[in-house]
């Protein structure tokens, strides 16, 4: 870099008319220091231990610039104040950082942590403390795609302003209002069909028929790619028909599964992090059950007995020291990516289960061949409820409680009240005919039995 130019007093017309070399502000706070030959430019200096910093060739800029310095010492700056939001932020989702109401859990620090990365630092991470004004957080808002996302987001900046004057990054005197910030983005208006609520409704091509799961347990039964694992035909009737979830489906173990028809899901499989337990969904832990021979004429409570006493011979051998129902070949919990490659699809393709293959971006210039299953392994959870719902006909408060549904309301919703199973319903006590002949399918929502040969897209 070229050499600065030696400064000339005569070329600065704003520098007073005496042989001063330094002047100091009113309060005596910030002291301002004229060019020498070793630094031609105005210094200021503050502070003890001293801080300072050049402030141009002229005293006139220099000296407005000491007498904000002043004003800004007045107010609170500390070091703290000069650094970049995003080392605030940073203290913001320390777990060391005292909390008013004890530490975070973790889903609410993983939330956290995504608002801070999506919204809070693109738009003012590098952004002073002291200069972090309402209208930054008005723009992480409106980044926000919907207005309760939105919401959301306010109220985590609003947890955000707090830690931050708590850790005394922002001056004692910056007000930033939030009361004013509102989600400022584009309304997108939803065009929906009746009855389309909140809740979304699982159409009929979205649960698996009872022949569907025998065919996908029978093919269980016959393709392993890896080792002798018996127990993978268990796995789908289990899931079929006892509403298991597969992260809940992974951790069941000896002690959470009896042989009189009950089942106890207290944790379930969570891999963000790294792979430990979690509760289940919504934090309910529940009971729920699964019948003797299910109605794919699979024998299911002989099946989990013959299970329950392959663990202990296991246990004993060191092979599965958690005593898992279902772990993978080390004995260990076996992972959602791994259970989907090699597990489901190599039997859901035996089995005839349909799907769409598609070619999708993958890297730069790059495309991939990707199959998008039209059911999946969390389809047979849909089996479960229809099966309580529509063949017990179970209460719905029961269907809720063995599901681990919020509400009997969810699982109505869910279910039960969608157009396309009323309108049948409709059609019919009016007297009109409603076999399938006569009414489209896509009223009735039942989709006609599919064969492998017809249905899906080779791989």
Request: charged letters at 25%; zero cysteines.
């Amino acid at each position: 870099m070229p050499r600065p130019q030696p400064y000339d007093r005569y070329e600065d017309p704003t520098r007073p008319d005496d042989d001063q070399t330094s002047w100091d502000t009113p309060l005596g706070l910030v002291a301002l220091y004229a060019p020498t030959q070793a630094v031609p430019y105005y210094r200021i200096v503050w502070g003890n231990p001293q801080e300072g910093t050049t402030v141009g060739r002229y005293f006139d800029r220099g000296w407005a610039k000491a007498l904000v310095r002043e004003q800004l010492i007045v107010a609170g700056a500390t070091p703290r104040t000069e650094q970049p939001v995003s080392v605030g932020i940073d203290y913001w989702l320390s777990p060391e950082r005292p909390k008013p109401r004890g530490s975070w859990g973790e889903s609410h620090t993983k939330t956290m942590t995504y608002y801070a990365e999506r919204y809070f630092r693109p738009v003012f991470g590098t952004t002073r403390h002291l200069d972090l004004r309402r209208s930054h957080v008005q723009q992480a808002v409106n980044l926000a795609p919907t207005e309760s996302e939105g919401r959301n987001v306010r109220r985590a900046a609003r947890s955000l302003i707090g830690a931050l004057r708590q850790g005394d990054y922002l001056l004692e005197n910056q007000v930033i209002d939030l009361a004013t910030v509102w989600w400022h983005g584009v309304r997108i208006v939803k065009v929906t069909d009746q009855s389309d609520g909140r809740v979304d409704f699982v159409p009929r091509s979205k649960r698996p028929t009872h022949t569907e799961v025998r065919a996908l347990r029978e093919s269980m039964a016959r393709r392993r790619r890896r080792g002798t694992k018996g127990w993978r035909a268990l796995a789908v009737e289990l899931a079929a028909y006892s509403g298991v979830r597969r992260g809940e489906l992974a951790v069941l173990d000896d002690t959470t599964v009896s042989s009189d028809g009950r089942i106890r899901v207290q944790w379930r499989l969570e891999t963000i992090g790294g792979p430990h337990l979690a509760l289940p969904k919504g934090n309910k832990r529940r009971w729920t059950t699964y019948p003797q021979i299910t109605p794919t004429g699979f024998p299911l409570a002989d099946a989990i007995a013959e299970r329950l006493d392959e663990i202990a011979r296991e246990k004993a051998a060191g092979t599965n020291p958690r005593g898992l129902l279902f772990p993978s070949e080390r004995g260990t919990w076996l992972l959602g990516s791994n259970f989907h490659r090699d597990v489901f699809e190599p039997a859901a393709l035996y089995a005839g289960w349909p799907f769409v293959e598609e070619v999708k971006p993958w890297g730069i210039g790059k495309t991939r061949r990707q199959r998008t299953w039209a059911l999946t392994w969390h389809s047979l959870r849909h089996t479960f409820v229809t099966w309580q719902l529509e063949d017990l006909h179970q209460p719905p408060s029961r269907v809720a409680t063995l599901a681990g549904h919020e509400s009997a309301e969810f699982t109505l919703a869910r279910y039960v009240s969608g157009t396309t199973d009323d309108i049948t319903d409709s059609l019919a006590a009016l007297g009109w005919r409603t076999d399938e002949a006569e009414v489209p399918a896509q009223l009735t929502g039942h989709r006609e039995p599919v064969t492998p040969q017809t249905s899906f897209i080779a791989s």
